[in-house]
């Protein structure tokens, strides 16, 4: 025998189905706050989390020794032949507000980057000499080559710092000048950083 709900009990049913579907879907780790800014984004995992989807969104490749808050880790923001087609002049990082690590400009380099695999870390191959320029309440690393750099290579920027206290995703874009009479800055694409509660597995 079928039993029928009322139009009250069916409201209340399919509300409970909603909040429970919610509840499922929460990602530990993922910081979901009104006032938690735009570019706190996504993940290099299994799964991307992401506010502001543009179709003019790149995503960078980049590896991290650790994830884990307040830790000292290796970053390399990687930039490959195919995520640029011209020289670079200038290189420009802008990491968000809530990104809250001092970073130091002596411990940023520009290098020629070998990138890892199943069998093989990622490296700093090379340095490639730059003057480094950190303006920490901007938020950008702004790197001047001596030389503009060609986009046959592959080439990355890699910083020693401490991760933020705040876990989360954080969007870092890549913006670069090209050599010519024009000064303007172009967007190349974004490392979506992740830092975690806990060490990762």
């Given amino acids: 025998m079928s039993r029928r709900l009322s139009p009250s009990g069916g409201r209340s049913s399919r509300l409970g189905l909603v909040a429970g579907l919610v509840a499922s879907l929460a990602l530990p780790g993922v910081l979901l706050s009104s006032s938690q800014p735009a570019r706190a984004q996504g993940t290099p995992g299994l799964m991307e989390f992401r506010w502001d989807n543009s179709k003019d969104y790149r995503k960078l490749y980049f590896f991290q020794t650790d994830t884990t808050r307040l ?80 986009d046959k290579s592959t080439i990355g920027v890699f910083m020693r710092i401490f991760n933020p206290f705040n876990i989360g995703m954080y969007q870092f874009n890549a913006l670069a000048q090209a ?10 694409g974004s490392w979506l950083i992740q830092i975690d509660a806990n060490a990762s597995n």
């Fill in 71 to 150: 830790k000292l880790s290796d970053y390399y923001l990687i930039l490959r032949p195919k995520d640029r087609k011209t020289a670079i002049l200038k290189l420009t990082v802008s990491l968000p507000k809530s990104f809250d690590s001092k970073i130091e400009p002596n411990r940023v380099k520009l290098c020629r980057m070998s990138e890892g695999g199943m069998l093989k870390r990622t490296r700093c191959d090379k340095q490639i000499p730059a003057t480094v320029e950190v303006n920490q309440k901007a938020g950008t690393i702004e790197i001047f080559p001596e030389t503009p750099i060609s």
């Fill in 179 to 188: 050599p010519g009479d024009i000064p303007i800055s172009s967007y190349l």
